[in-house]
């Protein structure tokens, strides 16, 4: 009996809640076509086909043979596929005397870009550290001399350089161009590593000194292990930035120490015989690879490290 | 007793700012001397200074009788718990604790024995192999705690610790650090914005304001006999009322006037002289005003016009001598507003200030 009385309030209950819930609740019904949604995905899908037609033509004629790219349908499919042009692009297409393709340029990158990316993030840390935690006597002008520094244009400090890497014996090594890539990374660098490290707190730092430990002890042990998605998105752009680079490339070393890039430009623009499109369009491709491939194993840990930045900041 | 911390003529200036002003400062070896004052009163740069983590423009810093003005803050024998707890993210607990004695090189079976004894005195123990991340508020600090005490020295910086934690946190820590001061007898030197910290946990407070100490006194006098009247309304919560008028006779003993209200002053422990005509003001604690207690000469009547209880006891706002004032009474009497009450004072316990220079008199 007690049981069949609890019930029916219980009953009762319910249906006077579900009788109060005849209106409105809970999370409001979105159309799928509604106005935002058709602005929103048609403007972003706009922008995507605009930014990928490039890669797609790209990808597909260096798939092609000489015969089919001649008959000029640049947006068909390959009608038979064929690595061929990959296969010249890295080892046989001609740069001067050479034919030994592009791999010649990958090797040369390879050994600019490590040594300038580690380089040049490992001083600009310790230069950032250093803004942002130690107080020093001529701070100041030393910060401001080298954010200066991120605006000048490159092109007005090449022939002095030039002098200089002469004066100093290594110009047209590969030496001569490292050094080149680390001091122009350091504006920008040792700026990012100064917010990020300002932007950790202040106290951190205090308590390890009131621990006893110095300059390398604190950097060591206390901000370099804070510090991952910053040093991330430093090595982003160093890699990035150094890979991609053209002029101090060509301007700086001796023909066999030509990096990708330039090498890349030799061989498209070489004069004689026939454009090969297909080669041209794999080797730019295999160029472009190393960036490429940065980005997508990277992707978010750059965005956490800029958004860590920013927000901080 | 030695002087366990001595600070003179310290000054700081960050600029043009003064933020320190040839301050003095002498702790006794074993007190717990607490830094009180509002915020930008230069009370945290007073204990970075004495960590060593700020440079003085000028003046010279002792602990323990050794001048330690340009030492490094590792050489000074402190230890220093912030207010963000400042633990290092990427250590476990156990780590944290053991940073400075790893640094200084320290064996490690005499690290793990203070590891030990500083996770039993805060119970840390089933923490140790944990990450701070993990860790709530009030944990954090504890370690923050356990950082200081396993470096094994003689004083102890705190810099607004409880201030991030909640009210029921707080609270609990604040006994806990009271029961540490009384078992480790060292000295400490505790910053705070927050009167009941200061008043529960400190053998002496120092209230600052402007860079300069106001007062520096045990809880008892600061809260009962405050020097000026910036001390006499920071202290004490809800605050003092505070009447204007000057001082008077009536029938042959000394009085205060104020807006056709006279206070008698018996009882009061003047320092000087009570002058008639001198302007003055008048401060009396809401707890320190009794209502409807037993009929004498001096009582007022006024009218209740707020009533906020708060549980233990019942604070109620009067319309007196034309302006508002508090009394605090016990929870369990309740006035309802309108009502009509007779008051009567303490005078011992009451204050009179300067109107001019804001003294005591």
Redesign the interface.
Known sequence: MADQATLNTAGAASAASSGSRSGPSGKRPRPIFSTRNIVLYGTLTLAAIYYLIPLYVMVVTSLKTMPEIRMGNIFSPPVEITFEPWVKAWAQACTGLNCDGLSRGFYNSVRITVPSVIISILIASINGYALANWRFKGMETFFTVLVVGAFIPYQVMIYPIVIVLRELGIYGTLSGLIIVHTIFGMPILTLLFRNYFASL?E??F????????GFW?IYF??ML??SLPIFVVAMIIQITGIWNDFLFGVVFTRPEYYPMTVQLNNIVNSVQGVKEYNVNMAATILTGLVPLIVYFVSGKLFVRGIAAGAVKG | MNSSVSVKDLTLKFGAVTVLDKLNLDIKDGEFLVLLGSSGCGKSTLLNCIAGLLEPTDGQIFIKDRNVTWEEPKDRGIGMVFQSYALYPQMTVEKNLSFGLRIAGMDKAEIDKRVARASEILQIGPLLQRKPAALSGGQRQRVAIGRALVRDVDVFLFDEPLSNLDAKLRSELRVEIKRLHQNLKNTMIYVTHDQIEALTLADRIAIMRGGLIQQLDDPMTIYNEPKNLYVAGFIGSPAMNFFKGEITTADGRPAFATNGVTFMLDGYKAKGPLRPGTKAILGLRPEHISVDGPETADTHQAVVEIEEPMGADNLIWLKHAGQSMSVRIGGSRRYNPGAQVKLAYDMSVASLFDAESELRI
């Open positions: 707190p106290e951190l205090k308590a390890a000194r009131v621990d006893g430990a002890n042990r206390i292990p804070m």
